[in-house]
């Protein structure tokens, strides 16, 4: 029994999903709107859920490192998967900001640190390893909603660097840069991932089992674009965000109304896979990028809605807020049913 269960959990290591953080990002974010409304108890709940998700992850992407390193290679290479890790980016990042709320400023800085070096870094090396390094052309058939997440990395740094900015006493101006430098990157990146995976939905077949939850990322980086650009609206004066004020003040309202258009879209695709094409419904650790936009949109609407003073922007944000911890708690319960199945449980042939 024990030996068929450390065999279980080796086979659950080395297949790790990349984009795993997710659960991080997911849950942080449903902390932070329910922190926001005036919900403590669940906001706690959920960033002990967030924390434990955090912790975990890490220890087995350590673990997954030291003893599957050829897996975590094989990640690398394909364009599948490897912008899942930009996760660990944007999940710290999320966690980060929640805890500056409980007034753990120290920690959002070290958090922040760590995922810039990170954003930098593998922005330049998933690119060239998962894409631009491929011999086999044309790699555009390989775009997928993976790809966003790389957005949604960019603009989670901006989030963290304009949240610390107001209790920053020598580092305002270097925030106010990172905090605007980031957040237009990421909106450049959106309209590249945005022009490929759009040239290979029009250019090449695309099965129903295609449409995977990682495309809820494509509302998900919008919804964090706005909620980046919410903060950096309210930002104090800095010549970086003087000069970009207005530009960031306009692009969010754009972002934001994109984002809702693009929730119907969705919830459609879902029907038309799901429903009318039969594609089983079943946990798979990708589902977590739907908790994250739907969490990120609400908590976009939010801010927005306060930043430039648009009340029905956070009134919807505000309403839709409750789907998105509905959502989270099918996936958690899901997801635990699966862990329980495939893991601590034996197999009938084990049995």
Known sequence: MTTSLARRFDVAVEGL???????????????VGLALEGYEMLSQILLGLCLASFVILGL?????FVRFRHAMAE??????????????????????????????????????????????????????????????????????????????????VAVAAATLEPVSETATQGLSVLAVVAWSVGVFLYVAAGVLVALRMLLYDLRPEDLNPPYWVAMGACAITVL???RIVEMAAAPMVDATRGLV???????WAFATWL????????????????????????????????????????????????????WIGAVELWLAFAVLLLVLIAMLRHLLLTVFLPTRQEA
């Open 263 to 314: 929730i119907p879209v969705l919830f459609a695709v879902g029907v038309w896979r799901h429903w009318f094409h039969r594609v089983p419904l079943r946990y798979e650790a990708t589902l977590w990028s739907m908790v994250f936009p739907l969490g990120m949109y609400a908590v976009a609407g939010i801010y927005l809605g306060q930043a430039d003073a648009l009340p029905l922007v956070g």
């Open 228 to 230: 980046a650009g919410a």
């Open 75 to 156: 990640d690398f290479l394909d364009p599948k998967r490897a912008f899942g890790y930009f996760t660990y980016v944007a999940g710290t990042n999320v966690l980060g900001v929640r805890l500056f709320m409980e007034g753990y400023h120290g920690i959002t800085a070290v958090f922040l640190t760590l995922t810039a070096v990170a954003w930098l870094v593998m922005g330049y090396v998933i690119p060239w390893t998962a894409v631009l390094g491929k011999v086999a052309r044309p790699v555009v058939a390989n775009a997928n909603g993976t790809w966003f997440i790389w957005v949604v990395a960019s603009q989670s």
């Open 17 to 31: 999903t990349p984009g795993y953080f997710a659960l991080v990002m997911g849950s942080g974010i449903v902390s």
């Open 249 to 255: 003040a306009g692009l969010s309202v754009m972002f």
């Open 60 to 64: 087995l992407t350590i673990l997954r």
